[in-house]
């Protein structure tokens, strides 16, 4: 039932094991993380900081698609809810900004922990039907409810002071914020997916079976894989809030559930580096066909058709073929 | 009259009814979702934006061409059944030898272009639909006010679901059909012609998706995005229900469409999410479905 990843990516699990990281991923940590330290000198730094919330969102994503083979279609509802609570601790209870955003993460975490341990009781097709139709409540359940403001949102959330000394208001200062979470997001993600624990969980996602009769608790795993990918979706959605100072309906809707796997597809599922390509990609495409209205949607819908009949080891995964080795 | 916990027969029935309404679209819906799924073994996402274009295609006859309700009920299907074979021959087709998933991914990237278009060209706002003479007012119960439309939507659905089933379970192409579900392998060895099978169950399907949006069109408004969260209802509907069996399928459209219309009664705040929690509860303790047998 495994969705076909690049083989080459998976390739790499096993090649580098627990040791440490193959030389090419460090030398692309270490230029990414170059490139992102200069970018708000050369690009708008909001910009900036949606892609890298986004390519977080989508990283979070991969780690359960790419990884465990489990598609969610309802990752909105992590994103979206940690964005309300978070814009809620900081504008209503003052919360500051890096304690907001833990208190959005916690909720992401325990949604999560509440959806996935239902989810994980169907397989395949139906185990993204369920998760989406749990994001459409959690939709339902952020429409209505009095703190999220409805079709307002939460408006005007306030930025706040870092540790409650540093003024994030400045977009530069915010930035390196956002960037230090996002950073630290990533190299998490890597570690769990080079870890014992990532590799139970790629046995589980090529022989299910076999996991089982080998003594694995697999549905433990999924649903801590769950938990996490939710969680850390969660980090991405709270700190989105902080930067945007808003949390919208758009959040949670089943839209966001459909993007995040638009850029996971195209980026390339099961690659590290894949989703962050993904999400530069697809938020740089909305930004410049902002005011093409529904021509989005149908470009959306145009690379997603494309991306499955045609380019399924997505961009990445392309490039990993080429240099024959693993991104 | 007489009350029932302190709500008016009226407001009771005229929700039941409401609830039927919308049990008639969930079992029409998902019986479609159901037929593909047999044998295509893809969850076919575009199935809302199908039925959108059903209430898209009555509204342009109308519209472009003067041709009334009565027979866009029957044109209209027909027609975006073969757009949907269409789509079939020319998309879907190239996925089958891969993970289902991908049949997922595809299917909402073509719900996404369509319903695209149609938002671009004919904006958000609604169309309104006017119901043909036979369908205005409506008959006195006694206990309640039943409107023609309404009666009428809750026959059609029948109708075409029961005439599904008759179709599937009990003729012979039905019997190919079956078969093909069981072991497509097995039934091309007899020389039936599988594939055609496969695009002609996919394109009765889309029919069936178009039909519930022609029946919709005089009730609700016709809307581009009217089928991208009804579409996700009718998911939870599929999976308290399972699809293995296509009464199953029926059954659990009209009896979940009850049971939110009694929800909208008593607790109007939760009828939104009642199938949700109703699917939460059914994955708790049969995770297969109703009908479904264990996947």
Known sequence: MAIDTNPIAMAAITSVGTAGMPRHHLAIFAALLVFLIAAPFLLYPVFVMKVLCFALFACAFNLLLGFGGLLSFGHAAYFGMASYVSAHAAKVWGLTPELAIVAGTLVAAVLGLAIGSLAIRRHGIYFAMVTLAFAQMVYFFSLQAAFTGGEDGIQAVPRGYLFGLIDLRSSEVLYFFVLAIFFAGILLIYRIIHSPFGQVLKAIRENEPRAISLGYRVNRYKLALFVLSATLAGVAGATKAIVFQLASLTDVYWTMSGEVVLMTLLGGMGTVFGPIVGAAVIVTMQNYLATFGDWVTIGQGLIFVVAVLLFREGIVGVLAKWIRKPL | ?295
Request: net charge positive; charged share 5%.
């Open chain 2, 1 to 295: 009259m007489f009350e029932l916990l302190g709500i008016p027969p009226q407001v009771l029935f005229g929700q039941l009814l409401l609830g039927l309404i919308n049990g008639s679209f969930y079992a029409v819906l998902s019986l479609g979702l159901a037929v593909i799924f047999g044998l295509l073994n893809i969850i076919n996402f575009t199935h809302g934006a199908q039925y959108m274009l059903g209430a898209f295609g009555a509204w342009m006859l109308l519209n472009y061409l003067g041709v009334g309700y009565w027979w866009a009920v029957f044109i209209v299907p027909p027609i975006v059944g073969v757009t949907g074979i269409v789509l079939e021959r020319l998309l879907i087709r190239r996925l089958y030898h891969l993970d289902h998933l991908y049949g997922l991914l595809l299917t909402f990237g073509m719900a996404l272009i369509i319903v695209g278009f149609f938002r671009q060209f004919f904006g958000v706002s609604g169309l309104p639909y006017p119901p043909p003479p036979l369908l205005t007012g409506g008959h006195n119960l006694g206990f309640m006010y039943l409107p023609n439309s309404r009666a009428w939507v809750i026959f059609a659905s029948l109708i075409v679901c029961l005439a599904t089933w008759f179709i599937i379970e009990k003729t012979r192409l039905g019997a190919y059909l079956r078969a093909a579900t069981e072991n497509p392998t097995m039934v091309g060895a007899f020389g039936i012609n599988v594939p055609l099978l496969v695009t002609l169950t996919y394109g009765f399907g889309v029919a069936l998706a178009g039909f519930a949006g022609v029946l919709a069109a005089p009730i609700y408004a016709v809307n581009p995005n009217m089928g991208s969260d009804l579409i996700i209802v009718v998911f939870a509907v599929v999976v308290i229900g399972g699809m293995g069996s296509i009464l199953g399928s029926i059954l659990t459209g009209f009896g979940l469409g009850l049971i939110e219309g009694l929800t909208r009664v008593f607790y109007p705040e939760g009828s939104a999410v009642v199938i949700f929690v109703i699917m939460a509860l059914v994955l708790l303790v049969k995770p297969a479905g109703l009908f479904g047998r264990s996947a």
